[in-house]
Each structure stands twice: as structure tokens, then as C-alpha cells.
């Protein structure tokens, strides 16, 4: 049975993949390392776990300007995660770094924020989002229109 969730999409696109529910606050900047993706913060109780390739949900994130930094550092080295879910304290900083990430050309991931995400680790979930237009819409750097919801 297929089910749909609605939130704020701070940065459109899709996912599709296996859910990692951080339990605990964290700030990418000093929690994530940009090296591999892990969860290095210190007492943590995810502490070691990589982020890679999932669809991350952190209720409670923390938030510092540098977040964006250590997220675009994962984008450039292919080891982000898949997407990002934020709880009821979204960080505005986040998709900055995938701003830039579309911008330098590279690979770029979806962004939402959703008071209380209830998903929880191991559960497979897809993230479609989209952006709704008025007329005229927009076009792409091709001049091809910019896809909306249906």
C-alpha cells in the first residue's frame, strides 16, 4: 500500500532509497564527517554510522552555517546522502549547499522539512517533489519549460 506525506520542499527533486533516522541532535559541521560520511559526533548514538546513499531524516537538527559546507563537500565527493527530510527545527543553510552543488554541475539531492517525520531506519521511501508555477513557467537554460506538478 502506497502512502503519501506532504512537506516543505526547501529543495526540489527525487530520491529513492533506505531511511537512516538520526536519534539525536546533530549539526553536519563537527557530527558529519566530510571524509567519508560518517557520524563522528561524540556520544552520538549513530556515532559511526555512514549516511551515504540514504534518505536521511533528522528531526532535530542543529543548525550552523558551516552545515552547509560539509554537505556540499559530500555532494562533490559522490558520498551524500540520497535526501534529507529535516524535523520541526529546518535548517534554511542546507540547501545553500545544494544551490551551489547545481550550480558547479554536480549531482544534487531533495530537501525537505516536515514537522514530527515519523519514518523510521530501514523502511524504503521515494521522495518526488516538484514546484508549482503560474503562467507563464519558467524555462530551463535550454528553453525547454520547467517541469510542475501535475
Known amino acids: 500500500m502506497e502512502m503519501s506525506w506532504c512537506g516543505q520542499v526547501l529543495y526540489s527533486g527525487t530520491a529513492k532509497g533506505t531511511v537512516l533516522r ?37 528531526p532535530d537538527p542543529i543548525g550552523s552555517s558551516s552545515s552547509a559546507a560539509i554537505l556540499l563537500e559530500l555532494l562533490y565527493a559522490k558520498i551524500a546522502p540520497k535526501g534529507l527530510i529535516l524535523g520541526t527545527n529546518k535548517d534554511a543553510i542546507l540547501p545553500i549547499s545544494v544551490l551551489v552543488a ?31 508555477y503560474t503562467s507563464p513557467s519558467p524555462r530551463d537554460q535550454r528553453g525547454s519549460p520547467m517541469p510542475s506538478c501535475a
Open 102 to 132: 547545481e550550480q558547479m554541475g554536480w549531482n544534487t539531492i531533495p530537501i525537505i522539512a516536515m514537522e514530527n517525520p515519523t519514518f523510521k531506519s530501514g523502511e524504503e521511501l521515494e521522495i518526488k517533489t516538484c514546484l508549482l
Open 22 to 58: 538520526l536519534e539525536a541532535p546533530i549539526s553536519f559541521w563537527g557530527g558529519i564527517s566530510p571524509d567519508n560520511a560518517e557520524v563522528v559526533l561524540e556520544n552520538h548514538p549513530q556515532r559511526g554510522v555512514k549516511i551515504t546513499d540514504k534518505i536521511l531524516i533528522v
